[in-house]
């Protein structure tokens, strides 16, 4: 299978901890994109890369997150100082440019 | 600015009945939408879209959609609705043939009676 893959697919951690979340996209998929979803809701935007430069952060994206595309391939999100209010799916897109985005499995985080 | 709104949040229909779904859009420029399906325990997955081309798209599974500039909707609607199709719709606005982020509406549930 070559679509977008997530990891971990579950995260559970304690409010104040550091997580850490990775997205593989799909091969030489040069946009990429994270969203977060609470439960009932649709996916909001968080942010997203052309290659490995970060192109729009959204202000839900507050300092305590963090993305990097290092070499234009695999993202990773990293929260700081976990709170109960990050509790959510987080969401991984792929696009070419042109074309629609493929969304990855999600990891689950829940702060405890 | 762009946004979606999703005219119902839970829609039941026996099966083999009509599936419609709606959907209102706001945008400032020339929209992309789309319609996206999320079943339990299951990533997004594009059902159809719309990119300036043909106003009635046709999409996998049977669902189609018509962009309707005049009344700013993209109703997404089905035939004969499967039991296969029970599972959460979300209407999708973006620019640049979805290429920017995409701003998703709060989501449909589709409940197929048996």
């Known amino acids: 299978d070559t679509g977008v893959s997530q990891d971990p697919r579950h995260k559970i951690t304690k409010r104040g901890q550091n997580v850490t979340f990775r997205c593989d996209p799909i091969s030489e998929h040069n946009r990429l994109y994270w969203y977060r979803q609470t439960l009932g809701q649709g996916p909001e935007f968080l942010t997203y890369f052309q290659n490995e430069a970060q192109l729009e952060k959204s202000r839900l994206l507050s300092d305590r997150f963090s993305a990097e595309r290092p070499k234009g391939s695999f993202s990773t999100l990293e929260i700081q100082r976990t709170e109960q209010g990050d509790s959510a799916m987080y969401l991984c897109a792929s696009s070419n440019t042109g074309y629609e985005q493929y969304f990855g499995p999600g990891t689950r985080l829940t702060v405890t | 600015a762009q946004s979606v709104t999703q005219l119902d949040s839970h829609v039941s229909v026996s099966e083999g009945t009509p599936v419609l779904l709606r959907c209102n859009y706001s945008s400032s420029y020339s929209p992309s939408l789309f319609w996206y399906v999320q079943h339990p325990n299951k990533g997004l997955q594009l059902l159809l879209k719309?990119?300036?081309?043909?106003?009635l798209v046709k999409g996998i599974n049977g669902f189609e959609a018509e962009f309707k500039k005049s009344e700013t909707s993209f109703h997404l609607t089905k035939p004969s609705a499967h039991m296969s199709d029970a599972a959460e719709y979300f209407c999708?606005?973006?620019?640049?043939?979805?290429?920017?982020?995409?701003?998703f509406g709060t989501g449909t549930r589709l409940t197929i009676i048996p």
């Open positions: 999708v606005v973006s620019r640049n043939f979805g290429n920017e982020k995409l701003t």
């Open positions: 719309y990119t300036s081309a043909a106003t």
